[in-house]
C-alpha cells in the first residue's frame, strides 16, 4: 500500500471519477494491480480520505452507490 501512502505527496495526481455524482465531489481513482483506490482529497487538511477499495472486476458503480446509501 505504499502507493496509498504516497498520496498525501500529490493528491490531484490520479484522474477523477467520471460518474456522478462523484465526480463533482471530487473523487479520483487511484488504480493498484487489480484493485481500484476510490478517494477524496481533502485541500484544507492537505490529506486524503479513502473512501472505498474495490476489486476492479466488481460492478463498480453498485459498490459506490453502497457506499453513498451507507453515509
Known sequence: ????????????????????????KGLRVLPIDNYLVFYLPVEAKITVVVIRIIYGGRAIEEQLRQTQAGG
Open 1 to 24: 500500500m505504499d502507493m496509498v501512502e504516497k498520496l498525501n505527496e500529490m493528491p490531484l495526481r490520479y484522474r477523477l471519477y467520471e460518474k456522478e455524482p462523484w465526480h463533482s
